[in-house]
């Protein structure tokens, strides 16, 4: 196999987010609006703008070699894939994409086995299909093109699967979920040859750690300071890090320098309290990544 990796950019809802987790991560990767090849400075990779929806079908094809996609895509398509590593976008939204089965509020469903002989609607035809032919349930699953709660709201079917984060938008719909089908995240996917491949795998695990160490960065930050002997004990107590601080004696003085990663909302807290405590030349610097 030749050394270059394909690799799909999910188009849509990820699209900005992707783009900027591999900026963090050390990959600039351009976008055209008149073309579906992105270009990018690493002469190892090809990429590819390809939708959620179909990029675990490419990649179990081995159209190309890896890419990044929801889970729920991967479970809808059924497809015989390696998931390399969850890739949870803090931009996007920290809680997982759920699925849950949905009907009106005055409906008498209260558990799937009450849907017998219903038709349901939903842009996830293949799972809900194995879904219900697995608890033996008979239903007619219909596809959907689109707004997908004014279905059954309409009475064009008895219940719908459609994807939520916190089922406010269900509920103010007049519509109460029955139950929940399946939690997704974004997911780094492999196909079965390229993992095999000793130079593909190590390409693909390259990516996974330094975007995952982006994303551990997100949110974080470093804090540098000086401070007196005398107090490093209480400073080091209070000060919120991932481990330890580092301290180290700065030359000639009896003073230490102290430095210490952590969440960006606890600057605001902590900062005042070490100046109380004697702390001087407080340096706040963003992280990048956090290996």
């Given at each position: 196999m030749s050394n270059i990796l394909?690799?799909?950019?999910?188009?849509?809802?990820?699209?900005?987010?992707?783009?900027g987790l591999f900026k963090k991560a050390g990959w600039q990767i351009s976008i055209s609006s008149r073309s579906y090849f992105p270009g990018v400075?690493?002469?190892e990779m090809n990429c590819k703008l390809i939708r959620p929806q179909e990029m675990a079908r490419y990649v179990e094809r081995e159209?190309?070699?890896?890419?990044?996609?929801?889970?729920?895509?991967?479970?809808?398509?059924?497809?015989?894939?390696?998931e390399v590593c969850e890739m949870v976008y803090s931009k996007v939204s920290r809680r997982p994409a759920r699925w849950v089965l949905v009907v009106n509020c005055d409906s008498k469903v209260q558990k799937p086995e009450d849907l017998s002989g219903a038709t349901i609607s939903t842009e996830l035809v293949g799972f809900t299909k194995?879904?219900?032919?697995?608890?033996?349930?008979?239903v007619n699953v219909e596809f959907s093109w689109g707004a997908t709660e004014a279905k059954v709201v309409d009475g064009l079917c008895d219940a719908i699967v459609e994807v939520t984060e916190t089922g406010s938008t269900i509920k103010a719909n007049g519509l109460r979920i029955v139950c929940e089908l399946m939690e997704s995240v974004p997911v780094l996917l492999a196909s079965k040859s390229a993992?095999?491949?000793?130079?593909?795998?190590?390409?693909i695990n390259q990516i996974a750690t330094l975007l995952k160490s982006s994303l551990a960065a997100e949110g974080m930050v470093g804090l540098k300071m000086n401070a007196p002997a005398d107090k490093i004990d209480e400073i080091t107590r209070m000060l919120p890090s991932l481990k330890n601080p580092t301290i180290s004696h700065l030359y000639n003085s009896d003073w230490l320098s102290i430095e210490s990663i952590l969440s960006e909302k606890e600057v605001r807290r902590v900062v005042p309290e070490l100046l109380e405590m004697g702390a001087e030349g407080i340096i706040e610097y963003p992280l990048n990544k956090i290996i």
């Open positions: 394909n690799f799909g950019i999910p188009k849509g809802s990820l699209e900005d987010a992707t783009v400075d690493d002469t159209t190309i070699d890896a890419g990044i996609a929801g889970r729920d895509w991967v479970r809808e398509n059924d497809s015989d894939v390696v194995r879904y219900f032919a697995e608890r033996n349930i008979p993992w095999a491949d000793p130079w593909k795998r190590a390409k």
